[in-house]
Every structure is written in C-alpha cells, then in structure tokens.
Nanobody, 123 residues
Framework: QVQLVESGGGLVQAGGSLRLSCVGS????????MGWFRQAPGKEREFVAG???????YYADSVKGRFTISRDNAKNTVYLQMNSLKPEDTAVYYC?????????????????WGQGTQVTVSS
C-alpha cells in the first residue's frame, strides 16, 4: 500500500514557477514508478510527467522543456518543477504511483493517487 500527499500548488502569474511535492509512504516507494497528472475543468485527466525507479524521465509534449520531474527516495518524495507557466497549465495536479518500475502514461496503469493540488496561472 502506498499513500501520497501533494503540496506546493497555488496562484502564479504567467511566466512564473512553482514546485510541487509528493510525499509517499510505504516500503515499496523507491521501487515504484511515479507520475504527475493534471485535470483542468471540463477536461479529462492527462499525463504530465513520469519517473522510473532508475530515474528515467518522460514528459508530455506540452510541458517538455518547461517542467522537470525528480525524486528523492531518501525522503520518499517526488517533485515537479514547473517553469515558464502558462494559463493553459491551470489544473488540479495529481501525483500517482504504480506497482512497477517503469513509467506509463495511462491513468489505469497507476494504482495509487494523491488528493491533488490546485495550480492556477493568471494571464
């Protein structure tokens, strides 16, 4: 069992930055691939970024070059550094874990989810 708690969301102007954190509990955290997803109002939840147990990283095209995912297994924490934010990045951001070492982009590939943190980017 893995429990996840996100933090770090907030209101920021376009062009600004935020860093999201996701603290996980459970003995298997370091062997889980982790992902960040987001859901904007009226839209489906979508993959943003993922990191494998071996710290290989993957990004949606819409955030490549602007967002960076990282993990600190000693702290059971995954981060999402978001730079050059745009109004279209506004969404609730969710952290997720899957019981495998490799990243996947599909929602159904992840068994554990956090409660989400709101990110709002003003123009």
């Amino acid at each position: 069992q893995v429990q996840l708690v996100e933090s770090g969301g907030g209101l920021v102007q376009a062009g600004g930055s935020l860093r999201l954190s996701c603290v996980g509990s459970g003995r298997t955290f370091r062997s889980n691939a982790m992902g960040w997803f987001r859901q904007a109002p009226g839209k489906e939840r979508e993959f943003v970024a993922g990191i494998s147990w071996s710290v290989s990283t993957y990004y949606a095209d819409s955030v490549k070059g602007r967002f960076t995912i990282s993990r600190d297994n000693a702290k059971n924490t995954v981060y999402l550094q978001m730079n050059s934010l745009k109004p279209e990045d506004t969404a609730v951001y969710y952290c997720a874990a899957r019981p495998y070492r490799t990243v996947a982009a599909g929602l159904r590939e992840y068994d554990y989810w956090g409660q989400g943190t709101q990110v709002t980017v003003s123009s």
